[in-house]
């Protein structure tokens, strides 16, 4: 273990700090697996470390979009895709998603939140899935009648000139919060082949 000694004082490297946390864990481990289960090849496993719980703290690292409630349609559907990015990323736990999403909401979102924590209770309010959630918000944000019209958009979408960059960007948008209209993946990839030109199709 490499440890330096300076006079009488022992200095700590990091390198020693680990291999000696990395001890304590085999001896650990060893301890609470004697049925000789720590591994296929008899002799003592490398410890698996439970994995750590994603914090509020982590989940603000990975830098979530705020939400206000005014960016309309696309900005909502913007901020479910960086949600859920910010999710998987983090490693969130499912019972945090919801507590940890709202904390994003700002203006009219976060007074239609705590409306809605003030009606349902706390408790009740925080025990919702993310997918309720999303419902909720899409409801909310989206009424049926902007859900037509971003329908017909997606219908009329083309490639205007050559940016079949905007063009992808755009139908994706759309796609995302035009759910019955493209119900499964194939509808989408056929609907977004279809309107290439020719030239790139």
């Not at 990975?62 to 901020?79: D, I, Y």
């Not at 479910?80 to 998987?88: G, L, N, Q, T, Y």
């Not at 924590?117 to 989206?142: F, N």
């Not at 009424?143 to 994706?172: A, S």
């Amino acid at each position: 273990m490499p440890v330096t000694r300076q006079g009488d004082t022992t200095i700590m490297t990091p390198e020693t700090v680990q291999a000696m946390i990395d001890q304590a864990l085999q001896r650990n481990s060893t301890n609470t697996h004697d049925d000789g289960s720590q591994n296929s090849g008899g002799g003592p496993g490398r410890p698996v470390q439970p994995a750590r719980v994603c914090s509020y703290t982590d989940f603000m690292k990975c830098q979530p979009l705020n939400f206000k409630g005014t960016e309309g349609v696309v900005g909502l559907s913007r901020w479910f895709e960086k949600m859920e990015s910010v999710f998987h990323i983090s490693g969130c736990a499912i019972d945090n998603q919801v507590k940890f999403a709202t904390c994003t909401l700002l203006g009219a979102a976060l007074t239609w939140w705590n409306g809605h924590v003030s009606t349902l209770g706390h408790d009740a309010a925080y025990a919702m899935t993310y997918e309720i959630l999303k419902k909720k918000l899409t409801d909310k944000y989206c009424p049926k009648g902007e859900i037509k019209k971003l329908e017909i958009k997606l219908w009329n979408l083309k490639v205007k000139g050559n940016d079949v960059g905007g063009y992808t960007q755009r139908f994706q948008e759309l796609a995302l919060m035009c759910t019955k209209f493209l119900s499964d993946e194939t509808e989408k990839v056929n609907k977004y082949i279809s309107e290439l030109p020719d030239n790139i199709h």
